[in-house]
């Protein structure tokens, strides 16, 4: 029977390397883990696990014959890769059992994946199989976007529901098997910036709603809006989507009107017709009535168009564009905790938290249009 899993137990201090480590060996595909370094968590472990201590080497903490204890028979599936560890006490570790320890002073994941490939290259073979079929599943959805983005400037009837279907298929799995961060990693290449932007908000949408806990039927009704919610910008001038810098009153203008254009193009099919084409009207409306292109307020917005606004907001924060550098997530989300209550719905500003954590993995910028 062949060998499917091997899963990389990552243990450490401080919290932020260990965090941004396991956030980069996610990336590449392995399948990591950050986990508590006690008896009863190791015992958990797979057989084909490798364990990791990372991060600083402290004495006190790191004793040879403590460590031997605690690992048993995983010793020789053990790797110590811990900066600062006096090089006298490599010979002790050695004694102790340990065959794999990191003696230089590279504590980059490139050199902590040598050490991976050294203990089992099966390993490494998973992850970068793992990571090559996650390129390929995320470079058919842009395809995919992109395609319909130019089927709608080219002709601007209703697209078909059953494309939304195939995308939230191809996200889910992505998402489902990845932190948020990696899925902002895999959709930096993006080469068309407002289909990248559907494909973000989209899948913002889908993580958003399952931290809000909710079923399948209305997880696909806000992933069906989220993932046309942009469509009206298939009718704005490219010289105005791809300006590299900020727009001016007039440009701004014509720009607000991809929300109606949206709603038009939506509404010549009835499966689209509806709540999908109310919120790509309606997406960028305030609860204060300071949005466009209505300026309603509060009691006129329903509860799946605040949910696609502040993923969308959300997305353009955290996008690299040409006139601004990207957001980190937790500055992004503290931008939308400033707009709750006024322009944001509070609760659901509270519950986006979980979302924005799950973002804040270190991720590579991502590019995308106005």
């Known amino acids: 029977m062949g060998r499917s899993r091997v899963g990389i137990q990552l243990m450490g201090e401080p919290q932020a390397e260990i965090d941004a480590c396991l956030a980069e060996l996610l990336s590449q595909g392995f399948d990591a883990h950050r986990t508590v370094p006690g008896a009863r968590e190791l015992a958990r472990a797979g057989r084909q696990d490798i364990l990791v201590f990372a991060g600083r080497y402290r004495p006190d903490d790191h004793v040879p014959a403590r460590l031997a204890d605690l690992v048993g028979p995983m010793r020789s599936r053990t790797i110590l890769f811990l900066a600062g560890m006096d090089p006298r006490r490599f010979i002790a570790f050695e004694q102790a059992g340990f065959s794999f320890i990191n003696i230089t002073t590279d504590m980059s994941v490139k050199s902590l994946v040598g050490l991976i490939a050294q203990v089992d290259p099966h ?13 390929s599943v995320s470079n058919g959805i842009a395809g995919a976007v992109v395609d319909l983005f ?30 948020m961060s990696v899925w902002i990693d895999l959709i930096q290449n993006y080469h068309d910036g407002t289909a990248q932007h559907c494909a973000l908000v989209s899948g913002y949408t889908l993580a958003f709603a399952r931290a809000l806990g909710v079923g399948e039927r209305q997880t696909g009704r806000l992933f069906d809006a989220a993932f046309f919610h942009d469509v009206g910008k298939a009718m704005t001038p490219l010289e105005i989507l791809d300006k590299p810098g900020a727009l001016d ?24 017709g509806g709540e999908i084409a109310r919120v790509a009207r309606d997406h960028h409306e305030y609860l204060d009535g300071s949005g466009y292109p ?5 009691g006129e917005i329903d509860d799946i168009t605040r949910i696609i606004t502040i993923c969308d907001i959300f997305a353009a924060l955290t996008e690299k564009r040409s006139y601004k550098p990207p957001k980190p997530a937790d500055e992004a989300y ?31 910028p991502v590019l995308s249009a106005a």
């Open 123 to 135: 390993a490494v073979y998973l992850a970068s199989k793992t990571a090559a079929l996650r390129a």
């Open 150 to 179: 130019d089927r709608l400037r080219a002709n601007p009837v209703a697209p078909a529901l059953e494309e939304a279907a195939s995308q939230r298929r191809a996200m889910t799995e992505l998402i489902g098997k990845s932190p």
């Open 249 to 272: 009153a007039t440009e701004w203008e014509i720009m607000k009107r991809h929300a109606a254009h949206g709603y038009d193009i939506l509404s010549r099919d009835a499966q689209t």
């Open 294 to 298: 209505r300026g309603i307020r509060a």
């Open 334 to 364: 503290s931008i939308l905790q400033s707009m709750a209550g006024a322009k944001l719905d509070a609760d659901l500003v509270r519950e986006f938290e979980k979302v924005a954590a799950e973002c804040d993995g270190g991720h590579r």
